[in-house]
């Protein structure tokens, strides 16, 4: 059946929940006008060897999970495939073709998807990568889909900190896509698993990719858009996960890359949280309480270690100029004693010192 | 007065709001113990050579203008002195010395903020003069501090475009400070105004800054943060224009970048809005309804214009290898005719081609 109904199929998913995959199957072969009225599906189900996909399949390693194996991604479960009206639904895959080492079951609470434009640019594949490699060591396991650019950036990322990743393809796990990542989905699948609701032969199509997505979405508790253009295809996923009630992140870039421009406008008005670092995105993904982590705070100032009014000695001190006690003491309101007090704590501080004319700043770091 | 009091001093404004600046001079120089309690003010008051003031200020063409004057800008008239219980106020200035061909009159409803660090990045400084060159393009006045980094390129990038800008300063118009922006401050003073609280012959002091950065935030409708690090002492002016209910713009840049984290922390935590240019500024700042401007969209696609069917079929081809129109069809539902005209339509668009093997799609530019 897989080879036969298009990923994303409404209408499938719908039979699916339900009466079943058993019946859905019938109700193909069997050409039950109602349900397959125009007869498309019966005509691919004629034309499919099933024998032969599966003998490729088990040539390839290549499995087949559906609900209930215990490979399962049981978090696919919570996809809609109908909802009350107004929503739109969002179709539960009947099963997913498998490829590698690792499993999908269990993927969810900590599982994030990482994705992008695949005309990425430099600055956006440096944190792709990045927050990749920070995602992982922190135990959360980065799902992406494979492609140029941050796709590829972020299981590359993942996998320099032996962190497990997943790649969900757009066609049958037979065919590397793009061909250049042959070696890099072959690594994913040294220590993940490689993914697809296409059996072995199936071709990427665009209508594919999209559907794909919703996989991408679906096995993850957030999307981080890394890097998209506006309207980019990149945003795709993050679609899907609006749809499915998951958290979605953009990274903000330079207000002069193009690139950056879709995940900018989705922070303005679509209501994406800004993510700039891997604890930032655990703090949104995270589950409420578990994976909280604090809100990011400067760096302590050297300031900060002393009282009050000392810092305000501080303050009123010429930026520039040195100032003597006595002029300091006028303009500040404090004591003599207590202005030169303070300025030799601070001059211990290494924040003041003192020159011919007065007592000067140091400068801070910026 | 502007002498003796320092800039901010909620005291002195609160004395000023109940019962006039004479009054409150007069409870100075007298030495009312119940307003001047330790008789700093009184001090500093014997201390004042009033007529100097006045005279160095006339020779340098350096104006004193005060609430009830044509030159004052009334938009600082809503600083609160006092406020209920809880809020903070934010002390309103009795009077401003104003050296400039401009006038700060009016200013406000038009006029927006842009500041950051001094510590500024290429990119910052470059964002910053060309959200400033755009923003005068649209009418709109910059206010800014005449700091190095963010605040000088938004002046130079107002003036690019003959704008209107304003300097507020925290010493006396007698100093330029920083000292290299000598010949910036005689620009801006050519076209705009230069403005202080302070009288001349006053010095820069860290605490005269944070006052400072009042009167920038309360002469404008909005203020746009180009760039901060965290904490930063560059993200005084939008507590201010928090505290003040004007608008905090932040401008996003790269999450490598220390001095745009300021930025989109208050983005994520702070409820500032995050702007990528000009139009988005002006829709933030502006009055609701007359200055607002639409949220930007993709360009259009060579996609976009054909039917949704036509679409669909260029959707089903295979991502990257030709197919033939019976297996289209096939794929796709569509009979072969349509599949046919659809694809010499697409044809007629550039959007795919035919080859010895079939159609396939053409490349689009991402």
Redesign the interface.
Known sequence: MSAVA?PGSLKVAQRVANGGAEATWNAIIQGDARFDR?G?LG??AE?VDGAGVLSRAAELEIRFVCPGDADWPTVLDTMPATLDAGAEAVPPPFGLWVRGRGSPAGIGPQAVAVVG???ATS?GV??AADLAADLATLGWTVVSGAAYGIDAAAHRGAMAMAGPTHAVL?CGLDIA??RAHAELLERIAGCGVVISELPPGM?????R??ARNRIIAGLTSGTVVVEA????GALSTAHWAVKLGREVMV??????SQQ???C??W???KGA??V??AA?VVDAAGRLGVDAVS?????N?PLDRFRPEER?V????????P?TVSELA??S?YSVPFVEASLRKLAGGGLVAEHDDGWA?VPLA?
């Open positions: 298009e125009d498309v005509r691919r034309g434009a695949r005309a600055y440096r944190v757009a896509y793009p071709k990427p199509m665009r209508s990719f999209i253009a506006l309207r980019s990274v903000p870039g330079p207000v002069t950056s421009a879709g900018h406008e922070a303005r008005n949280t800004l700039t670092d930032e809100a990011p705070v400067g760096e100032r305000d501080y303050e009123r001190m010429p930026a520039y100029a100032v006028e303009c309101g700043r910026v």
